[in-house]
């Protein structure tokens, strides 16, 4: 596949956030693991013509991230808090076995979402578009910040039942 393509740069740009989470599940550091993402990015970008379109994109570049992750813990392993070996084999079979729920998840998590009322689906999108916050959001609708707090925590708690019953009602 091209790396210039359309299919490429959107395969690419929309695992970052499922790919960062792969990272992270390996490497708890959160500096560290966004070093390795730009580092596994830019591998992605240069290796373009490797993928074979029709498979799974986020699979490939995890499979590549979990190599600059091991790369990274050799620099490291002089460090006294290190995961040994079979851990870290252990914890990196998980994560492959796991990418391909993301999908499933951010889908489920979408068709949850439209299921909610008007008023509760512009509260969540209010307050995780950039820059939302609570103190603005209870400003705006003139409720208290407490008031605004519990009303995105019963819409969070609607939202995870849903997603968790139809995630549980699959084969």
């Known amino acids: 596949m091209n790396r210039d393509s359309t299919e490429f740069v959107t395969l690419l740009t929309g695992s970052q956030t499922s790919l960062y989470a792969c990272i992270l599940g390996l490497l ?3 500096a560290a693991a966004a070093d390795i993402l730009q580092e596994t990015n830019l591998t ?3 290796k373009a013509d490797d993928f074979e379109p029709g498979t799974n994109f986020l699979a490939w570049a995890a499979r590549i991230a979990r190599y600059h992750v091991l790369n990274h813990r050799r620099k490291v392993s002089r460090e006294r808090l290190v995961f040994d070996d079979a851990l870290f084999d252990e914890l990196a079979q998980r994560q492959a076995a796991r990418i391909g729920d993301f999908d499933r998840r951010e889908e489920v998590l979408r068709s949850c979402l439209g299921k909610l ?5 512009a509260l969540i999108e209010r307050r995780y578009a950039p820059g939302g916050s609570v103190q ?3 400003a ?3 409720r208290s910040v407490g008031a605004i707090s519990q009303m995105l ?3 969070r708690e609607t939202l995870l039942n849903c997603v968790q019953a139809n995630l549980i009602s699959e084969p």
């Open 28 to 30: 708890p550091d959160r």
């Open 44 to 46: 992605l970008w240069q």
């Open 117 to 121: 009322p008007a008023a509760q689906l």
């Open 136 to 138: 603005e959001i209870a």
């Open 140 to 142: 705006e609708w003139k």
């Open 153 to 155: 925590y019963r819409i």
